[in-house]
């Protein structure tokens, strides 16, 4: 697609990809290929993915809208921004794939349930409640920086979570471990946290509630709470 701005009401139903003309790397805070294709909605609320189809975006800016997908997703060197709620919201998908892209300025940054979320080198940033948040997903972030979320950075409820050269600074809590409880039954979240910066977080810099962690080379501080809290076992 040539640069410009499209109000467009997209239901894609099938693999599509929507590539932009995008102008070279500038260096910034946040470092991402400024995209040059903006998308934004007519009547809808949301871009949206039927069960079937396949999204890919590279250089897109999708403004006013996120994205509800229910298939596999590629977000690549894009920026998600004011969606009236979630900038990315999947359920029961295929891989879903965000690179280099930024997400900013919405309630909640990405949405996964039950499926499977890769993150890398990307900043999630100004968000009302989460940064991201797995309900009983399988969730790999590398090399990402969520800040400025008003509740938790990143929640993992009866999730599996792999973080390397994860920054969380500035929201409640940091990174929030916890279980789905059915009854008496409770399905622990299992966390591999490698190369974590938490900082200046209000309450803690990283949390577990009935979940077991690895955690190796991290790094806590000027957090409301030192160390890592422990609720439940």
């Known amino acids: 697609m040539a640069a410009g701005r499209y109000p467009e009401d997209l239901f894609i139903d099938h693999e599509v990809a929507i590539i932009g003309y995008t102008t070279p790397k500038q260096p910034s ?19 949206q993915v039927s069960t079937k189809g396949d999204l890919y975006l590279d250089g897109v800016r999708v403004v006013g809208a996120g ?28 891989l879903v794939r965000i690179e280099n892209s930024l997400l900013i300025n919405a309630n909640t940054g990405v949405h996964v349930s039950s ?18 948040f797995g309900l009983d ?14 509740d938790t950075g ?9 973080a390397d050269g994860l920054v ?7 990174i929030d471990l916890t279980a789905i ?12 946290l490698l190369n974590i910066l938490a900082h200046h977080n209000t309450h803690r810099g990283i949390n577990l509630s009935y979940s077991d962690a ?19 076992t």
Do not use: W
């Open 67 to 94: 994205i509800g997908n229910s298939g596999r997703l590629h977000l690549f060197r894009s920026v998600v921004t004011h969606p009236k709620q979630t900038c990315v919201k999947a359920s029961s998908a295929g």
């Open 29 to 47: 805070r946040v470092e991402y290929t400024t995209p040059a294709v903006e998308l934004t909605p007519s009547l809808l609320d949301s871009l």
């Open 154 to 162: 990143i929640v993992a409820q009866g999730s599996k979570l792999e």
């Open 115 to 132: 499926g499977e979320l890769v993150v890398e080198g990307t900043t999630i940033t100004t968000m009302d409640q989460y940064g991201l």
């Open 214 to 232: 690895i955690i190796a080379y991290a790094t806590l501080y000027a957090n409301g709470s030192p160390g890592v809290g422990t609720g439940g």
């Open 181 to 192: 409880v059915l009854g008496s039954n409770a399905r622990r979240s299992n966390g591999t």
């Open 137 to 150: 997903a399988d969730l790999r972030v590398r090399a990402t920086t969520v800040t400025r979320c008003n």
């Open 168 to 174: 969380v600074s500035r929201t409640r809590v940091g």
